[in-house]
């Protein structure tokens, strides 16, 4: 096998919808100023009890029976999460327990917003180097557990849920090559430290490059996909602002490509928004089967990763 794919997607959010308006009365802001400046309109947040694993189970398993294989067949278990309360086992130690798999390799990474990016190309090296066949990628956050509800400048902003993939091996590569890095004196810009947190982040700092440096890494994805950006059918970016994604977008020139905007509903998920942003375009068919996507992935490090995946 010489590549991968992915063949189904599933994600899963908390039933509680968290609107601007209830905010307004949790602490001083209101519906305008949120949207005005990020977009968001509402977002979920889960129960007290339901745990980080939990999502990320939910999310797996309606991907897995999307792909209709057998669950013992994934051998390869990777979740992307920087909110798992837990320091061992990993979610996907657990992940893999719920489902009842076989013996997967199964590991966390932790990049924050850019972790499901991350997640997927190490998914894809593993199956092309032969040390996976069936993948499974996930993407979990349960931010409301880290964040400040008296901060307005960071509150507003976040929301939990997951998002999960099945990468299968491929004659026909239909991951693309993944372009990642970082930006280590930006390290400290999106913070969540210590046993308690909270949430914290240079928010103009991580607007400022994200506006003014994503358009041209955005491009070097597509380069090496051997794609030009008018060819592709969506663009999935993690879903962090709005003001941040149409003109990135933009100034990317996918002229012809659905763009996701999932933060409207979702708000910033970090390492989950761009699966579940993803999941919920390929469930209402909003990108033809085996259209290029590009996925793109920013965040805590300051890290970023993407690349060109074909819609399954």
């Not at 996918?254 to 708000?267: H, I, L, Q, T």
């Amino acid at each position: 096998m010489t590549g991968s794919r992915v063949v189904a997607l599933g994600h899963y959010q908390p039933e509680r919808v968290l609107t601007n308006d209830e905010l307004a009365t949790m602490v001083e802001t209101n519906d305008e100023w949120i949207q005005s400046r990020v977009g968001i309109r509402e977002r979920r947040i889960a129960a007290p009890d339901e745990s980080v694993d939990e999502m990320a189970w939910r999310a797996a398993d309606k991907a897995v029976a999307n792909a209709g294989i057998d669950v013992t067949e994934i051998d390869y278990v990777v979740v992307a999460t920087c909110t798992a309360i837990d320091r061992s086992p990993n979610i996907a130690a657990r992940v893999a327990a719920r489902l009842g798999l076989g013996n997967p390799a199964a590991i966390d990474v932790n990049t924050a917003c850019s972790g499901f990016a991350y997640a997927m190309a190490t998914a894809d090296q593993a199956i092309r180097a032969g040390a996976a066949s069936k993948a499974l990628v996930i993407g979990v956050e349960k931010l409301s557990d880290w964040t400040d509800w008296t901060d307005r400048t960071t509150c507003v902003l976040i929301g939990d849920g997951a998002g999960a993939a099945v990468l299968v091996a491929s004659e026909e590569p239909e991951i693309g090559p993944v372009v990642w890095g970082s930006v280590p004196e930006m390290s400290d810009a999106v913070r969540i430290e210590g046993r308690e947190g909270p949430f914290q982040q240079e928010g103009l700092s991580v607007f400022r490059w994200a506006t003014t440096q994503l358009p041209e890494i955005a491009q070097q994805v597509c380069a090496k996909a051997g794609l030009k950006p008018e060819e592709l059918g969506g663009v999935v970016l993690h879903q962090a602002n709005l003001r941040i994604i149409e003109p990135l977008a933009k100034r990317l020139g996918a002229v012809n490509a659905v763009v996701a905007k999932d933060v409207v509903e979702s708000g910033n998920t970090s390492a989950a928004s761009i699966p579940i942003a993803l999941s919920k375009l390929v469930e209402k068919r909003e990108i033809p089967s085996g259209a290029p996507v590009l996925l793109f992935g920013f965040g805590g490090g300051l890290s970023y990763a993407g690349q060109v995946i074909r819609c399954p």
